[in-house]
């Protein structure tokens, strides 16, 4: 059975739209959002977070907000392109995702640079 990646990228931009620097980014930012928290969980030794059940939690909260992204983008198409309602969904997220890193690494007491934390909270409050 061979997959064609031609027709994976055409269910793709029906879902999601474009492939631009938006949905790239929520990507990059959810998998390194999932990665830290596998960080925390080993950092504080807290066995109990890192069970099958809070994985798999994880994993399906992620995949909701990929969801949400392709109702944002069936309502663009249905309202009309001009609102960008995908754009806006996709920044809240990467605010919020953005925001998440952030407490992970403070609770693993590292240092932030505060550009980090106003900007992810700008973008964040931009699209509330």
């Excluded at 798999?56 to 949400?68: A, D, H, P, V």
């Amino acid at each position: 059975m061979t997959i064609n990646i031609d027709y994976l990228s055409k269910i793709f931009i029906l879902l999601f739209g474009v492939l631009d620097k938006f949905i790239i980014a929520l990507v990059v930012i959810m998998v390194i959002d999932f990665i830290t928290i596998l960080f925390i969980t080993y950092y504080s030794k807290d066995t109990l977070k890192f069970d099958d059940d809070n994985i798999k939690k994880r994993l399906i909260k992620k995949l909701y907000i990929l969801l949400l992204i392709i109702l944002a983008h069936e309502l663009d198409i249905i309202i009309g392109e001009d609102m960008n309602i995908r754009n806006v969904t996709i920044c809240f997220f990467i605010g919020s995702e953005g925001l998440n890193i952030l407490e992970n690494a403070v609770t693993m007491n590292i240092s932030l640079p505060n550009i980090l934390k106003k900007i992810l909270e700008r973008i964040q409050n931009k699209n509330k």
